[in-house]
């Protein structure tokens, strides 16, 4: 007889594995958690100061950070977004306050970065086979971490800014294809649309209720190129932080004349 799912045992309360000792790993399971801290923590102390460094723009290269600059009163004509500052000059507090909340929303609720500050921040589980301190576990089910869910609309904002990153790098090649910034903007932005595309929403947007692909070739097409970049979404993750931390950084230290020709 076929087994319904009113026959089934009624599901166990949400739990972790229970294990009496403190963990069952003997290797240094504790690494992978202690630099994933120390990089994100690095990670989000620039991203603070860097959202307040008013040197964003050196024409022609924009700081990712804060990049597209929307307010007359804050960006240079040269810095605003095919010359346009919908914002007038009512907003006069930095450009990446108003947007850096996209691309922060698109990171804090991506998979595989959930995964790596789950263990690192909260230690929910520290690693596997390892015991966590936290009694209750309640999963992604509740209030607030139900909020996760949000994260394909934050892919749709990250397509829009990869766009614009694009943009600005393309902008700077015209105007001057010789520079290393125009190269280090080139870089982070390939990077940065690799690391959108490679997203687990864009993957199943791309044809993730398909029945048929023979029916839906391009969209098939499509998912096998995002799916090979799936495969490579931590890896993509990780190189495209470093990519916009060091490309922010960068253009930065140009504007405020720490680097110079002919390394600008
Ligand atoms: Fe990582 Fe979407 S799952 S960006």
Redesign the pocket.
């Known amino acids: 007889m076929t087994q319904t799912a009113a026959d089934s045992p009624a599901p166990a309360r949400r739990q972790r594995a229970q294990l009496k000792e403190r963990t069952l790993r003997t290797d240094q399971w504790w690494r992978y958690p202690l630099v994933t801290f120390i990089i994100f923590t690095a990670f989000l102390v620039y991203a603070t100061w860097a959202i307040f460094d008013n040197d964003f723009f050196v024409a022609p290269y924009h700081a990712p950070f804060a990049s597209p600059c929307l307010a007359e009163a804050v960006c240079p004509e040269e810095a605003q977004l095919f010359g346009w500052a919908p914002l007038g000059d009512w907003y006069t507090w930095p450009p990446g306050l108003l947007i850096l909340g996209l691309p922060a929303g698109?990171r804090f609720t991506?998979?595989?970065y959930r995964k790596a500050y789950y263990r690192a921040f909260w230690l929910s589980p520290p690693a596997c086979a390892v015991n966590e301190p936290h009694s209750k576990y309640t999963g992604e089910s509740r209030f607030p971490l139900i909020l996760q869910n949000i994260?394909r609309y934050f892919?749709y904002a990250a397509i829009v800014i990869g766009l614009i990153l694009a943009y600005d790098a393309v902008k700077a090649l015209i105007e001057k294809p010789a520079g290393v910034g125009t190269w280090v903007l080139i870089v982070n932005a390939i990077l940065i649309n690799m690391y959108t595309l490679s997203?687990?929403?864009c993957r199943h947007i791309t044809a993730g209720r398909l029945n048929h692909f023979s029916k839906h070739p391009i969209r098939y097409r499509a998912w096998g190129f995002v799916s090979k970049l799936n495969a490579k979404?931590q890896e993509l993750?990780l190189i495209s932080m470093f990519s916009v931390m060091g490309a922010d950084l960068y253009v930065r230290l140009v504007a405020k004349g720490v680097i110079s020709f002919p390394f600008a």
Do not use: L, T
Request: neutral net charge; proline residues 0%.
């Open positions: 698109f991506c998979y595989y994260h892919f997203c687990h929403s979404h993750a």
